[in-house]
């Protein structure tokens, strides 16, 4: 219930880091972790995932119907989370606000679903010029950092050379 309450009072969590408190609903946090169990439990987890999208699937099906009839030229996704409730306001404050808090976020809950199977290395989206002016940053990249860090794959880049 915290998190559905924290979504209907417009969803802005605590901005400033307050270590041992939930960044959603202030109630004491696990140890070492940005969120209380509850709020933990509420996340929008993507629990049945299609292993070749990452989309929502029925409990029992490894492929949705779009990778069924016509597949991506990639081969796996892993997207532990959905892009829904307060992960889409995480996402949007960081994209948007550049919120560091809301990396962080971000960052320590990747890390509580990682992959099954680490690929070869990061990849962070290039952004081109312009979205790089306006965000301030490429916040992909702060990700991959963060989570190179924590799982030692290498990171690559790659350059944009279209809009
Ligand atoms: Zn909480
Ligand atoms: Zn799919």
């Not at 979504?7 to 969120?35: E, S, V």
């Not at 990849?123 to 002016?133: E, F, I, K």
Request: aromatic share 10%; charged share 15%; hydrophobic share 40%.
């Amino acid at each position: 219930m915290a998190l559905k309450q924290w979504l209907q009072r417009g969803g802005h969590w605590i901005k400033q880091a307050m270590p041992g408190y939930c960044a959603f609903c202030l109630a004491p946090a696990l140890a070492g972790r940005g969120w209380c169990a509850t709020c933990l439990d509420e996340l929008p987890w993507n629990l049945h995932a299609c292993r070749q999208c990452g989309d929502p699937v029925s409990h029992g099906e490894s492929l949705c119907g779009y990778c069924l009839i016509d597949p991506p030229a990639f081969s796996t996704t892993q997207a532990g989370l959905l892009y829904q409730g307060a992960i889409k306001q995480l996402v949007h404050d960081f994209k948007f606000h550049a919120s560091p808090r809301a990396g962080m976020l971000l960052a320590e809950l990747m890390l509580l679903t990682p992959p099954d199977k680490l690929g070869d290395a990061f990849l962070p989206v290039p952004m081109t010029p312009m979205h790089a002016r306006f965000r301030g940053f490429n916040q992909s990249h702060w990700l991959a950092e963060r989570l190179n860090r924590q799982l030692g794959t290498p990171m690559v880049s790659a350059r944009r050379i279209k809009n």
